[in-house]
């Protein structure tokens, strides 16, 4: 019996974990749920979970699960920084970190601190620190799982493998919604049209990501620390179909792909079950039937976030910090109506322009390092916005 503890429960990433648990349950046990917002949700994770901590982002979020629960709750029931590391550190020996951006680094980071293996979905995290999460990483002894399909694909791929062996690394892109649109199209983009993935059912964020290819650029960064890879050896084709999730390239030539129907339960099982693989109840791919795998090269002049990430990566130790900050700003602000869609790109280019031109700093020792570098960040968007809607930033 394997006990895990999930953070993001109610997102998408969380739901299917639970899914892939609840098929399992001589397997897994949950000790530790952590969501936002949706305590409803949550309310009904609980009942069927019994986990016995919970925490959810606000106090009032509490008040309201806790009358929605009744004599049903939990022991342990929390709210906001501090139920999140509760959830982090819970008795258990995997945590899921589904969590959405940089608010999962401090609770990813203490799951780590306190020898828990961790199956990481929220990228932003490896984004922001990956040397600091790196180091602790080895420090405790734990593992790092992959749950993007993408780096899952990758983690596959070089079982087995010297890592020293590798050429280079190749992240699939779906190309996401508006691959084939023009430059004068995307300008006009509505929050819906870029919610609206072609493959994958996602959370509003990654799935604006997926639109801008920042998602990509971000896969990008977080490849590069996952695998201890150079950035001149990580790239990215667009493959449409999202049937070949990834790919390694040996000093032999030899590539190993992995291939599947685009489902994330399958990456999810994997890192939940690792070593082993569990048996899952989903459809086989059949090769016959998608008949053709397409591969395209990125079009950076309409997709330029992708080359925002490999710049930062050039840059400095925070620069992918600053990129990331100013990118979750800049969709916020897009999803609530606020930014038009060509400013999620000019916005993180111009933040990242103003980071790389300061002179100093951009080493990443602590914490504290990667929190400044992601305010200041913040502060730039805010001010760009402040000044685009007249002092009233949405
Ligand atoms: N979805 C996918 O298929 C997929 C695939 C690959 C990688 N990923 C990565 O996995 C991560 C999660 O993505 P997702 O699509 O699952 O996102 P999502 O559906 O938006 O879910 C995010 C989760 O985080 C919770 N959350 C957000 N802010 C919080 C806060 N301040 N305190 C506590 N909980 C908070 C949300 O809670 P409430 O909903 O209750 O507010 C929700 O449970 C992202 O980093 C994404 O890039 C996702």
């Given at each position: 019996?394997?006990?895990?503890?999930?953070?993001?429960?109610?997102?998408?990433?969380?739901?299917?974990?639970?899914?892939?648990?609840?098929?399992?349950?001589?397997?897994?046990?949950?000790?530790?749920?952590?969501?936002?917002?949706?305590?409803?949700?949550?309310?009904?994770?609980?009942?069927?979970?019994?986990?016995?901590?919970?925490?959810?982002?606000?106090?009032?979020?509490?008040?309201?699960?806790?009358?929605?629960?009744?004599?049903?709750?939990?022991?342990?029931?929390?709210?906001?920084?501090?139920?999140?590391?509760?959830?982090?550190?819970?008795?258990?020996?995997?945590?899921?970190?589904?969590?959405?951006?940089?608010?999962?680094?401090?609770?990813?980071?203490?799951?780590?601190?306190?020898?828990?293996?961790?199956?990481?979905?929220?990228?932003?995290?490896?984004?922001?620190?990956?040397?600091?999460?790196?180091?602790?990483?080895?420090?405790?002894?734990?593992?790092?799982?992959?749950?993007?399909?993408?780096?899952?694909?990758?983690?596959?791929?070089?079982?087995?493998?010297?890592?020293?062996?590798?050429?280079?690394?190749?992240?699939?892109?779906?190309?996401?919604?508006?691959?084939?649109?023009?430059?004068?199209?995307?300008?006009?983009?509505?929050?819906?049209?870029?919610?609206?993935?072609?493959?994958?059912?996602?959370?509003?964020?990654?799935?604006?990501?997926?639109?801008?290819?920042?998602?990509?650029g971000?896969?990008?960064?977080?490849?590069?620390?996952?695998?201890?890879?150079?950035?001149?050896?990580?790239?990215?084709?667009?493959?449409?179909?999202?049937?070949?999730?990834?790919?390694?390239?040996?000093?032999?030539?030899?590539?190993?792909?992995?291939?599947?129907?685009?489902?994330?339960?399958?990456?999810?099982?994997?890192?939940?079950?690792?070593?082993?693989?569990?048996?899952?109840?989903?459809?086989?791919?059949?090769?016959?039937?998608?008949?053709?795998?397409?591969?395209?090269?990125?079009?950076?002049?309409?997709?330029?976030?992708?080359s925002l990430a490999f710049e930062a990566l050039a840059a400095?130790?925070?620069a992918?910090?600053?990129l990331?900050?100013?990118?979750?700003?800049?969709?916020?602000?897009?999803?609530?109506?606020?930014?038009?869609?060509?400013?999620?790109?000019?916005?993180?280019a111009?933040?990242l322009e103003?980071?790389t031109?300061?002179?100093?700093?951009?080493?990443?020792?602590?914490?504290?390092?990667?929190?400044?570098?992601?305010?200041?960040?913040?502060?730039?968007?805010?001010?760009?916005?402040?000044?685009?809607?007249?002092?009233?930033?949405?």
């Open positions: 019996m394997k006990r895990i503890a999930v953070l993001g429960s109610t997102g998408s990433v969380g739901e299917q974990t639970l899914d892939v648990v609840a098929a399992h349950p001589e397997r897994y046990e949950v000790v530790a749920l952590a969501a936002g917002r949706r305590v409803e949700k949550l309310a009904e994770q609980v009942r069927r979970f019994r986990p016995s901590v919970v925490s959810v982002a606000e106090p009032a979020g509490l008040a309201t699960l806790r009358e929605l629960l009744g004599p049903a709750a939990p022991p342990t029931l929390l709210a906001g920084a501090a139920g999140l590391e509760a959830v982090a550190t819970a008795d258990c020996e995997l945590v899921v970190a589904g969590l959405v951006g940089a608010v999962g680094l401090a609770p990813t980071l203490a799951a780590v601190r306190a020898g828990r293996h961790v199956a990481l979905a929220n990228k932003e995290v490896l984004v922001m620190a990956g040397a600091l999460v790196r180091r602790e990483v080895a420090a405790a002894g734990v593992t790092l799982l992959p749950v993007d399909s993408e780096h899952s694909a990758i983690f596959q791929a070089l079982t087995g493998e010297d890592p020293a062996h590798v050429r280079k690394i190749i992240l699939t892109a779906s190309g996401g919604p508006f691959r084939t649109w023009s430059a004068e199209r995307i300008a006009r983009a509505s929050v819906e049209e870029a919610l609206a993935h072609p493959n994958w059912d996602m959370g509003p964020k990654i799935s604006v990501d997926s639109a801008t290819l920042m998602n990509k971000l896969e990008v960064i977080e490849a590069r620390w996952l695998f201890d890879v150079p950035p001149e050896r990580v790239e990215v084709v667009v493959h449409p179909q999202s049937i070949v999730h990834s790919l390694v390239e040996f000093r032999d030539t030899s590539v190993m792909a992995q291939l599947g129907l685009p489902d994330m339960r399958v990456p999810i099982a994997v890192a939940l079950a690792h070593p082993e693989r569990l048996p899952l109840e989903l459809p086989s791919l059949d090769l016959a039937a998608v008949g053709r795998l397409d591969f395209e090269t990125p079009d950076t002049k309409r997709f330029p976030c992708l400095d130790e925070a992918p910090a600053v990331n900050a100013a990118n979750e700003v800049a969709v916020e602000s897009f999803l609530a109506g606020g930014l038009p869609y060509p400013e999620i790109a000019a916005t993180n111009a933040v103003a980071w031109a300061r002179a100093g700093g951009g080493a990443l020792r602590d914490l504290a390092d990667v929190l400044e570098a992601d305010a200041w960040a913040r502060a730039r968007v805010r001010e760009r916005l402040g000044a685009a809607t007249g002092g009233n930033p949405t």
